[in-house]
């Protein structure tokens, strides 16, 4: 690090510039223009002027001190003109540097609301305009941070807080150990698991982590095996599983087990929310998009909550989510991978009358 600070070192580097060429300037013309003149006298002599001859010394005198003095007035004004002209520029140009760089030092040591004011500088406007960017951007990603561990927290807390009160009692004696007892643990610890497990995936979606191997892809087999597959577990009183899909639809371009994942989602969900009724799996096309729609006849979501729907952790019904065992991460996971497949997520629903999650993927 230099010991001179950026405004001195400008304004010296002016003034060495300015002295360098006064100087040169000087050099030459007291070099050269005595020379001259005396040239210019002897061609006055030549051509008759005898008064020259006679006034010679004088008028060389008379010249050199001229010369002098006009050399002096030269850089006596030409050195304080240009040096507070150069004073000026480095503190221009220096005053807003040492704002941002009090404002960077600010900005790390946590206060993440300072923001770059606006110069009259574009290249230092620039700077400051793409830090602004960057503080918001780092502003956002903090805030989440801090909404993930309070969401965490609450979410962690409620089981923990099951299993412990029931060991407790039963080791205080207070309840007897029973079948029923030992499941509800199960259960709780089996939220637990699938939480971190939830959590684990979310956090590799949103950091961009998941591998993403985008493809030309025919999503009717694994459309059928999907309806195949859940069909198989549905019970007598479930509602009913079926697909509308034209077998002749375009290729899209996606990523077929991430495409299955966000299914699953969606599927298991509708089953899980739709008492009677049915669970239709749609596929269409749209100008380039493939859609594909999973619709219900469940319990549906209100219009005041469907804003969040795609939020992590939140649940329309948090005790009866809890009890069915969803952690609410689903659809966030769902929305992250879908957007990974330069895709979109939408949903649609009614209270009490069904709902319908559609997303769509770029065809071939
Ligand atoms: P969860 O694991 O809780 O199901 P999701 O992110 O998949 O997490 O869903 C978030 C919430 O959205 C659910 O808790 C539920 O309240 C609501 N939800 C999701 N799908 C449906 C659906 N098909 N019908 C009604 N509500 C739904």
Redesign the pocket.
Known sequence: MSKFNLRTRLFFSHILVIVLGLGTFVAIVKYSSPRFFILRLEQLERRGFLTVRSARTYLINGFQSALNSGTFWSFAVGISTSGGLSYWLAQRITKPLNVMQQITQKFASGQLEERMPATDIPELNELAMSFNRMANSLEGVEQRRRELISDLTHELRSPLTVVRGYLEELSDGAIAPSPEIYLRLVRETKRLERLTH?LQELSKAEAGYLPIHLQSVNLYPLLTSLVERFSDQLMEDSPTLRLEYAENLPLAIADLDRTEQVLV??I???L???ETGSITVKGWRDRDRLWIA?E?T????SQQ?LPF??E?F????RS??RY???????????RRLIELQNGKIE?E?ELGK??I?RFHLPLV
């Open positions: 939830d989602n969606l298991g969900n509708a899980r929310y739709t999973v219900d469940g319990v549906g979501i909550d729907v795609f992590r939140w649940r329309a019904d009866r989510s069915s065992g969803g952690t609410g991460i689903g659809l966030a996971i769902a949903v629903s069904g709902s999650f």
